[in-house]
């Protein structure tokens, strides 16, 4: 065979299904997504149905004077819709944020709190309430505490030169998340168990329950931000993933484009984590899925995962606050749906999810 | 005379208080395939990785068309220099054709997505190399030549002037290794790409090289036609064991055999 003699020809680029697949699937999705926030602003101990929706719906957008009693109004506008739009804020920033580090760090099975966010985070908060703060300080301390631990992290990697920098940042990440870990427990040691310990305790399994609507001025835009990068660099972090000898030898400059992705990926845990508490295993498995369904290439797995995050997440909390008589604590249904799916990618991944 | 495609000019390599070649001088012409062989650990790869830039030299100059690369950004470095490294292509599970489209990233900005040039170029180095048929497959599911074709064609979408590849036919079969060799071979010869590729079958010299360097105890041992430098004084100084370098018939090409097995 001689190689030049090859004849050349057009190359259908994807897979037969995907070229179809990936704009069914953006499509599917986003229609789930939208069922799930219609199930979710109609359900709860206020019942709306969905015909009352609509015309409140309507009513909004002609200026008519609205149909709905004002309780009911109140409801949707001051209570439903502020926590449905924080739960598919915080799912997707989750799902985005972990998407980003897995291709980062070149490994599938990575998650927001890989560098030690989520625990600088929580740290953060618990302070907050150890101290009595108001709740938009808790809130401000839990984001100075993600990107605290961030740029800790960051800090020890840089200082420790001369060996594979990513391994370095994340067993950086693994050590601080300990070491801000041992801190929480510390003060939930000393904390008043009848008034402080609940609240950490209710905060650190993470919820939407105190959700109002100015948590999302500060949820949203963080969000926004942080995702802006990640899709201007999409096809860069793609390239990423083939480490960081092989990307630099493609022409990427690797050392910026890590400082600009891990900001923007961290600033986005932190948004969620400081609105919701911790929140385990969105930022996990559903980038995870996401790849699956559409492949490792950014531009496409970035929209399907914030699609699938906001609409898990969403899904989930209203679960949460629907299912019994007292809410369950976000973090451990996220943790119960998360686990069996993960032992199923731990099972039989070698063949679907790995490669 | 016009400056070489590429000069090392008295390089040492090697990492912080580490050097692991010192005085390594030798150029490479446009079009001219130089395998470099030399024992495990001897630095071959190390060597490559200066070359390319990924790690500094430690002393010494490289030219490129007789101009100093120190300093160039690596967008600049990529886009003269392709590199198949010996494990690359990461583990996720891109397809073939997005894999080699990743070779026209120092082409576009950092926020550009590929354009229709790139795209084509990606499917020419494809067709070249001979797998426009594994283009939709997943890289990570693809055999071990395959993929190191399809690494090959990564660097020729990148359109390169200097083509550098670590052990390029470490573990691929027998098939296979013809086959990668012959692409090179071709490439050079048609496109006046320089090559600089590393081996541990002296006889692949003879397959694929116009030139043949010796690396032995940190320095150049030897430098030449694939027929003066692969004696058996040579490989014996390299690699410590006997061997015969025997011709094949009327060819240019030899074997090399252990005297062990001769007797």
């Excluded at chain 1, 385990?280 to 995050?309: D, E, M, Y």
């Excluded at chain 1, 609409?311 to 369950?328: K, S």
């Excluded at chain 2, 967008?75 to 891109?94: D, E, I, S």
């Excluded at chain 2, 020419?124 to 497959?137: C, F, M, P």
Aim: charged share 15%; proline share 6%.
């Amino acid at each position: 065979m001689t190689p030049s003699s090859t004849v050349f020809s057009p190359i259908r680029r994807r897979e037969p299904s995907s070229a179809f697949g990936y704009r069914a699937i953006v499509i599917g999705a986003a229609l789930a997504l939208l069922l799930i926030v219609v199930v979710a602003v109609a359900l709860g101990p206020y019942q709306l149905s969905a015909r009352d929706l609509f015309a409140f719906l309507v009513a909004k957008a002609t200026g008519a004077a609205s149909p709905l009693p004002p309780p009911a109004e109140t409801v949707i506008l001051q209570i439903r819709l502020p926590r449905v739009l924080a739960a598919t804020g915080v799912g997707a920033a989750l799902a985005a944020s972990g998407a980003a580090y897995q291709s980062m760090f070149r490994n599938p099975l990575v998650s927001p709190d890989i560098l030690g966010v989520s625990a600088g985070a929580a740290f953060g908060a618990v302070v907050g309430i150890f101290l009595s703060l108001p709740v938009l300080a808790i809130e401000a301390a839990s984001f100075a505490g993600g990107l605290a631990a961030v740029v800790i992290v960051y800090g020890i990697a840089t200082a420790i030169r001369g060996r594979d920098a990513v391994l370095v940042l994340v067993l950086a990440g693994v050590v601080i998340g300990a070491l801000f870990g041992a801190g929480v427990g510390l003060l939930k040691y000393l904390a008043d168990p009848y008034n402080q310990l609940p609240a950490i305790t209710f905060w650190l399994l993470g919820s939407l329950a105190a959700t109002n609507p100015a948590d999302l001025t500060s949820l949203l835009p963080a969000v926004a931000i942080g995702l802006v990068p990640l899709a201007l660099l999409r096809w860069r972090i793609d390239v990423m993933t083939l480490g960081d000898e092989e990307a630099t030898a493609l022409g990427a400059d690797t050392r910026k484009l890590r400082i600009v992705v891990i900001a923007a990926a961290t600033l986005m845990t932190s948004a969620a984590v400081a609105a919701s508490g911790i929140i385990g295993w969105v930022g996990l498995v559903v980038p995870h899925l996401a790849r699956l369904t559409v492949g490792p290439a950014f531009t496409r797995l970035l929209p399907v995962s914030i699609l699938f995050g906001g609409g898990y997440l969403l899904a989930v909390d209203t679960v949460a606050r629907t299912l019994g008589t007292v809410e369950l604590p976000l973090g451990v249904l996220t943790a119960a749906l998360g686990t069996p799916v993960f032992l199923w990618l731990l099972a039989f991944g070698r063949r679907t999810a790995w490669s | 005379m016009s400056a070489p495609r590429l000069a090392v000019e008295d390089l040492s390599y090697g990492y912080p208080g580490h050097i692991v070649g010192h005085g390594i001088s030798f150029t490479v012409g446009a079009g001219e395939v130089l395998c470099v062989l030399g024992r495990n650990g001897e630095g071959k790869s190390t060597l490559f990785k200066t070359i390319l830039g990924l790690l500094s030299p430690r002393a010494g100059a490289l030219r490129v068309d007789g101009e100093p690369i120190a300093g160039w950004s690596p967008r600049r470095r990529a886009l003269v220099f392709g590199y198949v490294p010996q494990n690359g292509g990461g583990t996720f599970p891109f397809t073939v054709a997005e894999l080699v489209l990743m070779g026209r990233t120092a082409h576009r900005g950092p926020f550009a997505g590929p354009s229709a040039a790139d795209r084509q170029a990606a499917d020419e180095a494809i067709a070249v190399l001979g797998i426009s048929h594994l283009a939709t497959r997943e890289w990570v599911r693809v055999s071990g030549g395959e993929r190191q074709l399809a690494l090959v064609a990564r660097a020729l979408a990148q359109e390169p002037r200097i083509l550098v590849l670590d052990e390029p036919t470490a573990s691929l079969d027998f098939g296979n290794q013809v086959r990668v060799l012959d692409a090179i071979r071709s490439l050079a010869e048609t496109r006046a790409l320089s090559v600089l590729l590393s081996t541990h079958h002296p006889e692949q010299a003879f397959a694929c090289a116009d030139r043949v360097a010796v690396l032995s105890g940190g320095e150049l041992l030897r430098i030449g036609a694939p027929g003066e430098v692969v004696t058996a004084e040579t490989l014996r100084a390299c690699y410590s064991v006997d061997v015969a370098v025997l011709p094949v018939a009327d060819s240019q090409y030899h074997v090399c055999v252990p005297q062990a097995y001769l007797s």
